[in-house]
């Protein structure tokens, strides 16, 4: 059974501060790696993808990869309000397959 | 461009109705799945389609369920007879292709009472 395991939270960080998700996943031959953003009653969006192991940044937010410990995090650095969300992890184990599995999420609140 | 379209936005039926949630995805995109959240167990796939044909149906809970793509700008979810227990958000998501990026459409909150 592949799995992609979340902290639910919430995790709570004061405006400006660095908020920092994690993710692990079961599938050790895992290839891609997706985080996706759920505000309260709409449908999850694209934040990143990583498909290296190392970090990716791109304005502020890094998505960190570690395959062998099969670890990726979300650094937000600079947290608003407005990214308090809900953020998903999901993996792709590649080959044939195209299916995404999500984790449950984590619950994200900044306070301002 | 348009993206990801699904109908009904919202549903609400009475146990043993038949219930059809309707997806379009985005032009040009290969590949079309079926997801069910709920707060118990996330997100889940239902099914994937890819090029029209199904993929993979694994996640298709019973019988009940099933679902179509009979062209590239379209795909339908059938549950019959519903159950208060399907009561969930559907989302349906489309990408280029194989392992790319997904994106979502909207989803239809469906409440069977």
């Known amino acids: 059974q592949k799995e992609v395991e979340q902290n639910s939270g919430p995790l709570s960080v004061p405006e400006g501060a660095i908020a920092s998700l994690n993710c692990t996943y079961s599938d050790r031959g895992s290839q891609s790696f997706f985080w996706y953003r759920q505000y309260s009653g709409k449908s999850p969006e694209l934040i990143m993808f990583?498909?290296?192991?190392g970090d990716k940044e791109d304005g502020r937010f890094t998505a960190q990869l570690n395959k062998a410990s099969q670890y990726v995090s979300l650094l937000i650095r600079d947290s608003q309000p407005s990214d308090s969300a809900t953020y998903l992890c999901?993996?792709?184990?590649?080959?044939?397959?195209?299916?995404?599995?999500f984790g449950k999420g984590t619950k994200l609140s900044v306070k301002p | 461009d348009a993206g990801v379209i699904q109908s009904p936005r919202h549903e609400v039926t009475e146990m043993g109705q038949e219930v059809t949630l309707r997806c379009k995805p985005i032009?040009?995109?290969?590949?079309l799945f079926w997801y069910r959240q709920t707060m118990m167990r996330g997100l889940e796939l239902l099914i994937y389609?890819?090029?029209?044909?199904?993929?993979?149906d694994s996640g298709m809970p019973e019988d009940r369920f099933s679902a179509k793509m009979p062209n590239a700008s379209f795909s339908t979810l059938k549950i019959q007879p519903s159950e208060p227990r399907d009561s969930a958000v559907y989302f349906c998501?489309?990408?280029?292709?194989?392992?790319?990026?997904?994106?979502f459409g909207p989803g239809t909150r469906l409440t069977v009472l």
């Open positions: 998501a489309s990408e280029t292709g194989v392992g790319d990026t997904q994106y």
């Open positions: 032009s040009g995109h290969n590949s």
């Open positions: 389609f890819n090029n029209n044909v199904p993929i993979d």
């Open positions: 990583i498909y290296s192991n």
């Open positions: 999901a993996v792709n184990t590649g080959g044939s397959q195209g299916n995404l599995i």
